[in-house]
């Protein structure tokens, strides 16, 4: 009896562990699917395949690696780190340096400007046209924009 609940458990085992690696396959045929959604007849070979590795005693790495050399990277869905796979991985971080690079160069020039027009000011020298014109507006308070605005508007 023992040995039956024995068997039992390293079946349920087997069986996880072969459902864990099928979701992390993506099927050659479907692209989009994993081979444990997928109901083509490569998924089912593939998923019988991984079943048949794991009771002949191939640990989890060894059938990823397994089925990397015969299907390629793309068969996985979590490609690994390397330089192939260095620019997809880090381009989104390089884009939002790039982004945030150019925001904050924008804030310190629009700061810089304003700071000198102000120094300009105390100082007693003439601003430019363009310069009084930023100074108007970074003084002036935006107009309210609540219900007596377009109620206004409405009435006239």
């Given at each position: 009896?023992?040995?039956?609940?024995?068997?039992?458990?390293?079946e349920r085992v087997l069986e996880a562990r072969a459902r864990?690696?099928?979701h992390n396959v993506r099927c050659t045929?479907?692209?989009?699917?994993?081979?444990?959604?997928?109901?083509?007849?490569?998924?089912?070979l593939l998923r019988k395949l991984i079943r048949d590795?794991?009771?002949?005693g191939k640990s989890d790495k060894e059938i990823f690696q397994k089925l990397e050399d015969d299907f390629g990277e793309t068969v996985?869905?979590?490609p690994?780190?390397?330089?192939?796979?260095?620019?997809?991985?880090?381009?989104?971080?390089?884009?939002?340096?790039?982004?945030?690079?150019?925001?904050?160069?924008?804030?310190?020039?629009?700061r810089t400007n304003v700071h000198i027009m102000t120094l300009n000011l105390?100082?007693?020298?003439?601003?430019?046209?363009?310069?009084?014109?930023?100074m108007l507006d970074l003084l002036t308070p935006p107009p309210s924009r609540?219900?007596?605005?377009?109620?206004?508007?409405?009435?006239?």
């Open positions: 009896m023992e040995n039956k609940n024995e068997e039992v458990t390293t864990n690696i099928s045929e479907c692209g989009s699917q994993s081979i444990e959604d997928s109901q083509a007849d490569v998924a089912v590795e794991l009771r002949s996985l869905y979590a690994k780190f390397d330089m192939q796979t260095a620019a997809l991985w880090l381009s989104p971080l390089f884009f939002a340096g790039v982004a945030g690079g150019i925001w904050a160069y924008g804030r310190y020039r629009q105390v100082r007693g020298v003439a601003l430019t046209p363009k310069e009084k014109e930023t609540g219900a007596s605005s377009w109620w206004r508007k409405w009435l006239s």
